[in-house]
């Protein structure tokens, strides 16, 4: 057979393994085991474990288990609910202003967590209830959230762009920079689609709104401001140059477990436990993804698989933004399936020197990637948002929330175009802050 009709083959078996729901780290392990057995013999996988152990000894791994524990210890506590009732009392008076408080809390607290199933499920507990008791439509709450929760990959700190830096080894800083900014651009863009509907369906129809004295909006300020003291604290140590991300990513861990003791008296045995059984639980499952994927991607380059892959793009000779828009569609496609994580270390590995041979930016391709995987985050059959917001409101129908957030997902691929026509987007502040 020839490299390409293996890699077909590969293709096709890993899908296969995947979507029986055995679990991904097993699956891939199962697969690149497997082939490389057919194809090499059982020498071959001597190197199995090698291959693993190299790749899990990486220092920048450490930086995945404490920002977990950061995200374990503020989803545990009731944090997400104070920093949307904080926002709301501000934004009380705007149109939509309850369901653009959601989006901005949403945004807030996937900077301190980085982890978008999490923001979507704190945000939602407290939001979701409160939006449908007000007469905002079921659709526009939970899409909302539903949506506003997949900022959590692409704000840092971002396990997914930690993931895409190790994947194509470019700085880890660079890459939480390159995200700020689109970051913003999403949730200004949310909000104002919030802000639209909310006139349209209110048209005709006299509501009032309770508002807060300024006392009441800065006593609810009170319990979110040390976490955002935390957001600040990340950026001034790493990107002023004081800490690495590794640093940082310890001592906001620590900081946050600290402040939800201290604020929200989480120091019982069983609220410790639970914020420690969920930091293993998720960070053996990313580190066990990782290995996994180091063992697919060597039995692949074994197999010669990924060099010939990546040299038949090349010499497709397609124009590159049609190669981008094909890249695209296929991460598309593939994210309607695969959560991100399988994704990136699957398929980066693959694309990452025909991105380089066509002269497109890692940092701004890195955006655009965490962007479409945030489409599949949303999407069936996978669509992990959605499966947490109809946990955190099973009155209203999966169909309901899926159309809820069909419309932000066109703003998330109206984003990309304009990060296609507009890269500065995405490179002006690393460059400005790290340098061309």
């Known amino acids: 057979m020839s490299e390409m009709q293996v890699g077909l083959l590969i293709l096709v078996v890993t899908l296969f393994v995947l979507f029986s729901g055995l679990p991904i780290a097993w699956g891939l392990t199962l697969v690149s085991v497997g082939f490389l057995i057919v194809f090499q013999g059982f020498a071959s996988i001597a190197n199995v474990p090698i291959v693993m152990m190299d790749e899990l000894s990486s220092f920048a791994l450490l930086t995945i288990p404490l920002f977990v524990l950061l995200g374990a210890a503020i989803g545990s506590s009731a944090a997400g609910r104070d920093i949307y009732e904080s926002l709301h009392r501000w934004l009380a008076r705007v149109p939509g202003g309850l369901v653009i408080a959601n989006i901005l809390a949403c945004g807030v607290f996937s900077a301190i967590c980085g982890s978008s199933p999490a923001t979507a499920a704190a945000i939602g507990k407290a939001g979701v209830p409160e939006m449908l008791r007000r007469g905002v439509s079921p659709a526009l709450a939970t899409g909302s959230i539903c949506a506003g929760g997949t900022l959590g990959i692409l704000i840092p700190p971002s396990i997914t762009m930690i993931l895409y830096g190790l994947a194509t080894e470019t700085s880890i800083g660079r890459l ?30 006299e509501v009032e709104e309770r508002g807060y004295t300024l006392a009441e909006k800065m006593h609810g300020l009170g319990r979110v401001s040390p976490f955002i003291a935390i957001i600040v604290a990340i950026a001034y140590a790493m990107y002023g140059g004081l800490a690495t991300p590794s640093e940082v990513a310890a001592i906001s861990a620590v900081l946050a477990l600290l402040l939800v003791v201290a604020i929200y008296r989480a120091w019982r045995a069983d609220d410790l436990w639970r914020i420690m059984r969920e930091t293993v639980r ?120 899926l159309l809820g957030a069909m419309p932000f997902v066109a703003i998330m691929l109206l984003t990309m175009v304009l990060l296609a026509i507009f890269p500065e987007i995405a490179t002006w502040l690393p460059n400005q802050m790290m340098g061309g």
């Open 282 to 401: 998720e960070s053996t499952m990313i580190l066990m993804i990782i290995g996994a994927a180091a063992i697919f991607s060597y039995m692949m380059s074994l197999l010669y698989v990924t060099q010939t892959a990546a040299q038949a793009l090349v010499d497709l000779g397609l124009n590159r933004w049609v190669l981008m828009l094909a890249i695209n569609a296929f991460l598309l496609l593939a994210g309607c399936f695969l959560p991100p994580v399988a994704i990136i270390v699957m398929v980066m590995p693959i694309l990452t020197p025909v991105l380089e041979a066509s002269g497109f930016d890692l940092i701004w391709f890195a955006v655009i990637l965490t962007i479409n995987m945030e489409v599949g985050l949303i999407t069936p059959p996978v669509g992990l948002n959605l499966y947490v917001l109809k946990g955190v409101a099973p009155q209203v129908p999966l169909t309901t929330v």
């Open 176 to 205: 939480f920079l390159a995200g700020i900014v689109p970051g913003i651009l999403l949730v200004v863009l949310f909000s104002l689609y919030a802000w639209i509907a909310t006139l349209v369906s209110r048209r005709g129809l």
